[in-house]
């Protein structure tokens, strides 16, 4: 299971960020049954985008092939993207090391 989360600077010690669409970066980890990958830090192409910010972030998202989008919040087309790819969507401000601890992923 792959999980994205959105961050400001990326990596496990970073928070998670208040934004999907405008973050700065995407930590993905992939988890097979209790191992997990090390982060993948992944530039976000919404966080500069002129406009359709959020579109942009969750087709990128997608790509990426994530099961799991971990954010402070979605924007509404971001959102029926992330829906429309049956990508599960997080709602959580917290710090990515403790989210294996949640273990939101099982």
């Known amino acids: 299971m792959k999980i994205a989360i959105a961050t400001m600077n990326g990596g496990a010690d970073d928070t998670v960020s208040p934004i999907f ?3 700065c970066k995407y930590t993905v980890i992939d988890c097979v049954g209790d191992a997990m990958s090390d982060p993948l830090i ?3 192409p919404g966080f500069t985008a002129q406009g359709g910010a959020g579109i ?5 998202v ?5 099961d799991i989008v971990v954010a402070g919040n979605f924007g509404p087309k971001a959102a029926a993207v992330l829906a429309a790819s049956k ?4 709602r959580l401000i917290h710090t990515v090391r403790p989210l294996s601890e949640y273990r ?3």
């Open 42 to 44: 992944l530039d976000n």
């Open 62 to 66: 997608v790509e990426q092939d994530t």
């Open 21 to 23: 669409g405008r973050c």
């Open 87 to 90: 990508t599960k969507m997080i």
């Open 56 to 60: 942009l972030a969750a087709q990128f």
């Open 104 to 106: 939101i992923m099982k």
